[in-house]
Protein backbone atom coordinates (compact mmCIF):
# COMPACT_ATOMS: atom_id res chain seq x y z
CA UNK A 1 0.00 0.00 0.00
CA UNK A 2 2.84 2.41 0.86
CA UNK A 3 4.41 1.91 -2.73
CA UNK A 4 0.85 2.55 -3.98
CA UNK A 5 0.17 5.90 -2.00
CA UNK A 6 3.49 7.13 -3.33
CA UNK A 7 3.17 6.80 -6.50
CA UNK A 8 0.01 7.91 -6.88
CA UNK A 9 1.37 11.62 -4.40
CA UNK A 10 4.18 11.44 -7.00
CA UNK A 11 1.16 11.51 -9.80
CA UNK A 12 -0.18 14.52 -8.39
CA UNK A 13 2.80 16.72 -7.39
CA UNK A 14 4.01 16.08 -11.18
CA UNK A 15 0.30 17.72 -12.12
CA UNK A 16 0.44 20.55 -9.62
CA UNK A 17 3.36 21.68 -11.06
CA UNK A 18 1.44 22.80 -14.20
CA UNK A 19 0.80 26.17 -11.99
CA UNK A 20 4.56 27.16 -11.95
CA UNK A 21 3.97 28.11 -15.97
CA UNK A 22 3.07 31.42 -17.23
CA UNK A 23 -0.03 30.00 -19.38
CA UNK A 24 -3.41 30.64 -18.03
CA UNK A 25 -4.32 29.02 -15.28
CA UNK A 26 -6.12 25.48 -15.61
CA UNK A 27 -9.47 25.16 -14.34
CA UNK A 28 -7.70 22.25 -11.58
CA UNK A 29 -6.32 25.69 -9.82
CA UNK A 30 -9.52 27.55 -9.27
CA UNK A 31 -11.37 26.65 -6.00
CA UNK A 32 -14.20 24.06 -7.22
CA UNK A 33 -12.88 24.04 -10.60
CA UNK A 34 -14.19 27.55 -10.82
CA UNK A 35 -17.57 26.13 -10.06
CA UNK A 36 -18.37 25.20 -13.60
CA UNK A 37 -19.27 22.21 -15.35
CA UNK A 38 -16.17 20.28 -15.62
CA UNK A 39 -14.45 19.50 -19.24
CA UNK A 40 -14.45 16.09 -20.13
CA UNK A 41 -10.58 15.90 -20.02
CA UNK A 42 -10.87 17.13 -16.54
CA UNK A 43 -13.54 14.62 -15.43
CA UNK A 44 -11.38 12.02 -16.91
CA UNK A 45 -8.76 13.02 -14.28
CA UNK A 46 -10.72 13.19 -11.85
CA UNK A 47 -12.83 9.90 -12.07
CA UNK A 48 -9.00 8.29 -12.54
CA UNK A 49 -7.91 9.97 -9.21
CA UNK A 50 -10.81 8.81 -7.28
CA UNK A 51 -10.44 5.22 -8.94
CA UNK A 52 -6.42 5.47 -7.90
CA UNK A 53 -7.57 6.24 -4.58
CA UNK A 54 -9.97 3.19 -4.06
CA UNK A 55 -7.16 0.90 -4.95
CA UNK A 56 -4.65 2.33 -2.81
CA UNK A 57 -6.30 3.44 0.22
CA UNK A 58 -8.34 1.32 2.81
CA UNK A 59 -11.12 3.88 2.76
CA UNK A 60 -12.50 6.74 1.35
CA UNK A 61 -12.27 8.87 4.68
CA UNK A 62 -8.31 7.38 4.84
CA UNK A 63 -7.68 8.94 1.40
CA UNK A 64 -9.66 12.33 2.15
CA UNK A 65 -7.22 12.26 5.60
CA UNK A 66 -4.08 12.22 3.47
CA UNK A 67 -4.76 14.73 0.89
CA UNK A 68 -6.59 17.34 3.15
CA UNK A 69 -3.10 16.95 5.26
CA UNK A 70 -1.25 17.92 1.90
CA UNK A 71 -3.10 20.32 1.17
CA UNK A 72 -2.93 22.12 4.34
CA UNK A 73 0.62 22.12 3.91
CA UNK A 74 1.04 23.58 1.32
CA UNK A 75 -1.36 26.14 2.38
CA UNK A 76 0.79 26.76 5.30
CA UNK A 77 4.19 26.79 2.74
CA UNK A 78 2.37 29.67 0.36
CA UNK A 79 1.76 27.29 -2.32
CA UNK A 80 -1.94 28.41 -2.84
CA UNK A 81 -2.33 26.97 -6.30
CA UNK A 82 -1.65 23.86 -5.50
CA UNK A 83 -3.18 23.25 -2.43
CA UNK A 84 -6.41 24.65 -4.60
CA UNK A 85 -5.85 21.91 -6.62
CA UNK A 86 -5.16 19.44 -3.49
CA UNK A 87 -8.64 20.57 -1.88
CA UNK A 88 -10.41 19.56 -5.23
CA UNK A 89 -9.14 16.61 -5.53
CA UNK A 90 -10.39 16.01 -1.75
CA UNK A 91 -13.97 17.46 -2.69
CA UNK A 92 -13.89 14.68 -5.52
CA UNK A 93 -13.23 11.88 -2.78
CA UNK A 94 -16.01 13.35 -0.54
CA UNK A 95 -18.25 16.34 -1.45
CA UNK A 96 -19.33 16.68 2.03
CA UNK A 97 -15.39 16.55 3.44
CA UNK A 98 -15.30 19.83 5.78
CA UNK A 99 -11.37 20.60 5.25
CA UNK A 100 -11.98 21.54 1.09
CA UNK A 101 -14.64 23.70 1.97
CA UNK A 102 -12.38 24.94 5.52
CA UNK A 103 -9.12 24.97 3.05
CA UNK A 104 -10.88 27.32 0.02
CA UNK A 105 -11.93 29.30 2.28
CA UNK A 106 -8.86 30.41 3.74
CA UNK A 107 -7.00 30.36 0.17
CA UNK A 108 -9.81 32.83 -0.92
CA UNK A 109 -9.37 34.47 1.94
CA UNK A 110 -5.73 35.47 1.93
CA UNK A 111 -6.28 36.00 -1.93
CA UNK A 112 -8.34 39.02 -0.77
CA UNK A 113 -11.78 37.44 -2.34
CA UNK A 114 -13.56 37.28 1.14
CA UNK A 115 -17.31 36.97 -0.47
CA UNK A 116 -15.89 33.87 -1.64
CA UNK A 117 -13.88 32.88 1.28
CA UNK A 118 -17.55 33.53 3.20
CA UNK A 119 -19.16 31.19 0.85
CA UNK A 120 -16.71 27.99 1.35
CA UNK A 121 -16.01 28.71 4.95
CA UNK A 122 -19.97 29.16 5.38
CA UNK A 123 -20.57 26.09 3.36
CA UNK A 124 -18.19 24.19 6.16
CA UNK A 125 -19.41 25.53 9.38
CA UNK A 126 -23.20 24.11 7.96
CA UNK A 127 -21.34 20.84 7.81
CA UNK A 128 -20.07 20.67 10.78
CA UNK A 129 -21.46 23.11 13.06
CA UNK A 130 -18.84 21.94 16.08
CA UNK A 131 -16.10 23.28 13.86
CA UNK A 132 -15.10 26.12 16.73
CA UNK A 133 -11.93 27.06 14.99
CA UNK A 134 -13.73 26.81 11.29
CA UNK A 135 -16.34 29.38 13.27
CA UNK A 136 -13.39 31.79 14.24
CA UNK A 137 -12.04 31.88 11.09
CA UNK A 138 -15.46 32.98 9.19
CA UNK A 139 -15.46 35.85 11.97
CA UNK A 140 -11.99 36.77 11.06
CA UNK A 141 -13.05 37.01 7.65
CA UNK A 142 -16.02 39.30 8.13
CA UNK A 143 -14.55 41.79 10.64
CA UNK A 144 -11.66 42.19 7.73
CA UNK A 145 -14.99 43.01 5.51
CA UNK A 146 -15.97 45.33 8.15
CA UNK A 147 -12.32 46.92 8.40
CA UNK A 148 -12.85 47.17 4.29
CA UNK A 149 -15.98 48.82 4.50
CA UNK A 150 -17.46 45.73 2.50
CA UNK A 151 -21.04 44.54 2.89
CA UNK A 152 -19.91 41.17 3.41
CA UNK A 153 -19.72 41.85 7.48
CA UNK A 154 -20.32 43.46 10.22
CA UNK A 155 -18.72 44.01 13.87
CA UNK A 156 -22.48 42.50 15.03
CA UNK A 157 -22.37 39.29 12.83
CA UNK A 158 -18.64 38.85 13.46
CA UNK A 159 -19.19 38.74 17.64
CA UNK A 160 -22.05 36.67 17.63
CA UNK A 161 -19.64 33.77 15.83
CA UNK A 162 -17.15 34.72 18.59
CA UNK A 163 -19.21 34.10 20.87
CA UNK A 164 -20.36 30.61 19.66
CA UNK A 165 -16.95 29.98 19.45
CA UNK A 166 -16.30 30.55 22.64
CA UNK A 167 -19.26 28.54 24.27
CA UNK A 168 -17.79 25.67 22.19
CA UNK A 169 -13.93 26.12 22.99
CA UNK A 170 -13.75 28.69 25.71
CA UNK A 171 -9.72 28.30 26.29
CA UNK A 172 -9.42 29.62 22.31
CA UNK A 173 -7.08 32.58 22.94
CA UNK A 174 -7.41 33.90 19.16
CA UNK A 175 -11.03 33.98 19.77
CA UNK A 176 -10.42 36.13 23.11
CA UNK A 177 -8.26 38.82 21.19
CA UNK A 178 -10.80 38.88 18.18
CA UNK A 179 -13.21 39.88 20.68
CA UNK A 180 -11.56 42.42 22.26
CA UNK A 181 -10.58 44.08 18.74
CA UNK A 182 -14.56 44.09 17.88
CA UNK A 183 -15.33 45.50 21.53
CA UNK A 184 -12.78 48.32 21.03
CA UNK A 185 -14.12 48.69 17.90
CA UNK A 186 -17.60 49.34 19.27
CA UNK A 187 -16.23 51.51 21.81
CA UNK A 188 -17.20 49.05 24.75
CA UNK A 189 -13.58 49.14 26.30
CA UNK A 190 -14.43 47.45 29.73
CA UNK A 191 -15.43 44.70 27.63
CA UNK A 192 -11.92 44.82 25.41
CA UNK A 193 -9.76 44.97 28.65
CA UNK A 194 -12.13 41.92 29.90
CA UNK A 195 -11.58 39.93 26.64
CA UNK A 196 -8.19 40.96 25.95
CA UNK A 197 -6.77 39.42 29.55
CA UNK A 198 -8.77 36.67 29.60
CA UNK A 199 -6.40 36.04 26.01
CA UNK A 200 -3.27 37.05 27.81
CA UNK A 201 -3.98 34.47 30.69
CA UNK A 202 -4.66 31.55 27.87
CA UNK A 203 -1.83 32.47 25.35
CA UNK A 204 0.22 35.81 25.75
CA UNK A 205 1.84 34.59 22.11
CA UNK A 206 -1.95 36.30 20.79
CA UNK A 207 -1.88 39.08 22.49
CA UNK A 208 -2.04 41.99 20.43
CA UNK A 209 0.39 44.37 22.11
CA UNK A 210 -0.87 47.01 19.78
CA UNK A 211 -4.60 47.08 20.40
CA UNK A 212 -3.35 46.76 24.31
CA UNK A 213 -1.61 50.47 23.82
CA UNK A 214 -4.76 51.89 21.78
CA UNK A 215 -7.26 50.37 24.48
CA UNK A 216 -4.96 52.42 26.93
CA UNK A 217 -5.81 55.97 25.60
CA UNK A 218 -9.40 55.44 25.78
CA UNK A 219 -9.46 53.69 28.88
CA UNK A 220 -7.05 52.73 31.71
CA UNK A 221 -6.13 49.34 32.04
CA UNK A 222 -8.54 47.80 35.03
CA UNK A 223 -5.08 45.42 35.90
CA UNK A 224 -2.68 47.72 35.42
CA UNK A 225 -0.56 45.59 33.11
CA UNK A 226 -1.03 48.10 29.85
CA UNK A 227 0.68 51.67 30.83
Known amino acids: MKVLVFSLFTLVSS ?4 QQSDLPKEAKYL ?7 LSAKDQLELNQFVES ?5 GSRKEAVQFF ?17 YRFNLVQALDSQAVDSYWGLGVITFQKQDFPKAIEFLSKGLALDSAQSILRVDLAIVK ?4 LKSMDCGTLDETDVLLQQALVQTPNYATAWMKRAQVAFLQEKYENAWAYLHECRKLDIT ?11 EKMPDPQGVFK
Do not use: I
Open 68 to 84: SERAWEFVSSGYLDTAT
Open 53 to 57: CDASF
Open 15 to 18: LALA
Open 143 to 146: LSCF
Open 31 to 37: PLYGQKA
Open 206 to 216: QLDLNLGHSLA
